[in-house]
């Protein structure tokens, strides 16, 4: 059994490693959209009648991570049913792909979670972001929009990109060696190209 278990200790330490680059060295991409979103919240700021055009901008963004909520979550039910379902059971290597499920389980509840926590920051942009330009409040709150900004872009990042790894954990649980290869190598070029 632990033979064939090291693709899924390496995969999972292929995610870890990539979040904990991600989290001490932020990707250029990363904090280039970071302060895209902060110039866009003072350039709002010191414009007025920009308050419906700030509160719309806002709006999608909270809708794209609800979207990514409800896939992880359609998808988490889905798992949890193939899981407790007949199907593994007739499956040559059971115990491994149980342990490659339960891996995905992992990562798409953790998505869920930190997409409801940018839902949630967004949220908390958003009524900085509608309250009238010239009026005091809005200076008094401008600071906790734009920590909120800062979270939501973070948190929706780390969302999608838990999201993207399930990917590869469940290909290395159906072809191990050439599932790891194949599927980390990729995502890793792929995840690449966009912190750019």
């Known amino acids: 059994m632990y033979a064939q278990i090291w693709p899924l200790v390496l995969t999972i330490a292929m995610v870890a490693g990539y979040f904990l680059k991600q989290f001490f060295w932020p990707a250029p991409a990363t904090r280039k959209h970071e302060q895209l979103r902060l110039d866009w919240l003072q350039s709002l700021t010191t414009t007025a009648q920009t308050e419906v055009l700030g509160v719309q901008t806002i709006r999608n963004s909270l809708m794209s991570c609800t979207m990514t ?4 979550t359609l998808a988490f039910m889905g798992g949890v049913t ?6 593994l059971a007739q499956v040559e290597r059971q115990h491994i792909l149980y342990w490659h499920a339960l891996a995905v389980l992992l990562l798409l ?8 926590l940018a ?4 949220h908390h942009a958003g009524f900085v972001v509608g309250m009238p330009v010239a009026s005091p409040q809005r200076q008094q709150w401008l600071e906790v929009g734009q920590t909120s900004l800062r979270r939501a872009g973070r948190y929706y990042a780390a969302s ?8 590869p954990m469940l290909l290395v649980g159906l072809f191990p060696v050439v599932g790891l290869v194949s599927a980390g190598l990729l995502l890793v070029l792929l995840l690449l190209g966009i912190d750019r």
């Open 82 to 87: 193939l899981l407790h379902g007949d199907g």
């Open 119 to 122: 839902a949630r920051q967004w």
């Open 160 to 167: 999608v990109r838990l999201m993207m790894w399930c990917v």
């Open 69 to 72: 909520a409800t896939t992880a």
């Open 109 to 116: 509840g953790l998505a869920f979670i930190t997409s409801m």
